[in-house]
């Protein structure tokens, strides 16, 4: 007959393979926890991404890859892509990029260079020289012609070796399309604030005078939602928690603001912030915050 052995509880089981249970771990993750959501924002913080994303997040640049092809962007589904499809020649079929051109493409181009440490900056959509020295260079690696053109032969290569761009990776460095205004932003001057395409639109009595491209919270430190109103406007606002810098900050809730980050501008959506919603061109912040009044509508959604 075969004799069993039982070891009951997570007591036993603990004792059994000698794991010592230490105590209060709980209460101090929890503790910690409540200290960070106690900060609130006023300055951009690092480290820690958005409370809520739009399901494609900015990839890796060149300088924060671990070397070539080491930098995958994440899929639609938010989950990391696992390179080139099944079939590349069928994804590129005859495509030829040649420079002078713009447009989505050539973004994904530079997107893709950049995940693999050949292209130094955004993408801008436009097949500059900056863009021709990029493919030369991936090209002469490879051991392909370098011609500076995206020939069939460069565009399957470059497949093989990195993942499919998020729609922000594309817009990593600013300039994607706002989202359709919120219905809360169609009367009035409005402060028009979406979180899915990442842009503040200034609009007044429904029509889009300005946009330019945020950031916001944490997950630990979101950016609330909902309907505000600019209740202080403050040129040269200092962060009394954080002592940072907080130009132009125009606040619509407790201590979370519109405000230039000088973070944001070097970092781009590397970084995030203690829940204000960061600007990065000083120029175009400036100018907004000259034609904003006290009392205006703020509108923050999905």
């Not at 995030?272 to 907004?288: F, M, P, Q, Y």
């Amino acid at each position: 007959m075969r004799r069993t052995f039982g070891i009951r509880g997570a007591a036993g089981i603990r004792r059994a393979v000698g794991i010592r249970r230490v105590p209060g771990t709980r209460r101090a993750l929890v503790a910690a926890a409540a200290v960070v959501l106690a900060a609130g924002c006023t300055v951009q913080a690092t480290g820690t991404g958005p409370a809520r994303q739009p399901a494609q997040q900015p990839g890796k640049g060149a300088g924060e890859s671990a070397g070539e092809g080491a930098g995958k962007s994440p899929s639609p589904d938010g989950k990391p892509s696992s390179g080139a499809s099944s079939n590349p020649s069928s994804n590129a079929g005859a495509l030829v990029l040649m420079p002078g051109e713009k447009g989505t493409k050539v973004r994904e181009l530079q997107a893709r260079l950049r995940q693999i440490g050949w292209f130094p900056q955004y993408p801008n959509g436009r097949y500059d020289d900056t863009t021709v020295k990029a493919v030369k260079g991936f090209q002469g690696k490879r051991g392909l012609p370098r011609t500076g053109e995206t020939d069939t032969g460069t565009w399957q290569r470059l497949l093989g070796m990195t993942g499919k761009p998020g729609y922000f990776d594309l817009y990593a460095g600013g300039d994607q399309p706002p989202a359709k205004p919120d219905a809360r932003c169609l009367t009035g001057r409005v402060l028009c604030i979406s979180k899915k395409s990442r842009t503040l639109s200034w609009m007044v009595d429904g029509k889009r005078v300005s946009t330019v491209d945020v950031r916001f919270g944490s997950q630990y430190t979101p950016t609330r939602e909902g309907v505000f109103s600019v209740y202080w406007k403050s040129r040269h606002h200092v962060s009394t928690l954080y002592d940072t810098p907080m130009p132009y900050a125009m606040f619509f809730s407790g201590g979370q603001a519109v405000h230039y980050s000088s973070d944001f501008a070097a970092r781009g959506y590397s970084g995030t912030s203690h829940g204000c919603v960061n600007v990065r061109d000083e120029g175009k912040i400036a100018a907004l915050f000259g034609q904003v009044r006290k009392g205006d509508k703020v509108v923050v959604y999905w």
